[in-house]
């Protein structure tokens, strides 16, 4: 396993159009988190999966955004109608929890432009 | 008033000087992250606390949960310590991170 894998790297799209990010987590780790970081800032919290359940959204993640982990494995963060604020880097991390060794892995992140 | 403060913002440093980055916390939190970050690169974790202290190589970090704050430590550093240093206490039932501010930390050589 190479780690959190996200997909694509950059993204640049006219406003106005939909685009959806890609996320694969480490295969054994049951816990999947979408943060978003806008330039200068601290990632901030987006929408955490446990297993195939979406059990927390920020009131970042307007009704343009949805995301899902069907099956439990990847996730996916979709943008409908992008608007020049949704500008930003969308990092995918994955957890699993044992008091022993709690993983906490972040992939490369998605670099959105919207002109 | 920002739920993680992180002290300093900026940090320069001689290579090879001792540096102490201080997080406090208003949040109640199961473990907390340091983790660096590379001008435009990917977030790595350095370390998840609940308690004590940690080392790894020439970086420490400690927690006092009770005085909810956090240390990391970067001994002899070098220039390639350069990078972000961000403190995100997890907490809640998900387990979300909260970053702080990030520390800016360049290494003269």
């Known amino acids: 396993d190479t780690g959190v894998s996200q997909d694509p790297r950059h993204k640049i799209t006219k406003r106005g159009q939909n685009v959806t990010f890609r996320c694969d987590p480490i295969s054994e780790h049951n816990r999947l988190y979408w943060y978003r970081q806008t330039l200068g800032q601290g990632p901030e919290f987006l929408t955490y999966f446990q297993n195939e359940a979406q059990l927390e959204k920020s009131r970042l993640l307007s009704d343009r955004f949805s995301a899902e982990r069907p099956k439990g494995s990847f996730s996916t963060l979709e943008i409908q109608r992008t608007e020049q604020g949704d500008s930003a880097m969308y990092l995918c991390?994955?957890?699993?929890?044992?008091?022993?060794?709690?993983?906490?892995?972040f992939g490369s992140g998605t670099r959105l432009t919207v002109v | 008033k920002n739920e993680v403060e992180q002290s300093p913002q900026n940090l320069t440093a001689q290579e090879g000087e001792f540096i102490t980055i201080n997080c406090s916390y208003s949040v109640g939190i199961s473990a907390l992250h340091w983790l660096q970050q590379h001008p435009g690169g990917g977030i790595v974790s350095l370390f998840m606390l609940s308690s004590g202290k940690k080392k790894h190589g020439r970086l420490i970090a400690t927690i006092n949960i009770q005085e909810k704050h956090s240390s990391l430590h970067i001994t002899a550093s070098h220039p390639r310590d350069s990078a972000v240093y961000i403190c995100a206490p997890a907490g809640g039932a998900t387990n979300k991170l909260i970053f702080g501010t990030g520390t800016l930390l360049a290494v003269q050589p």
């Open positions: 991390a994955s957890s699993t929890y044992r008091v022993e060794n709690y993983g906490y892995t």
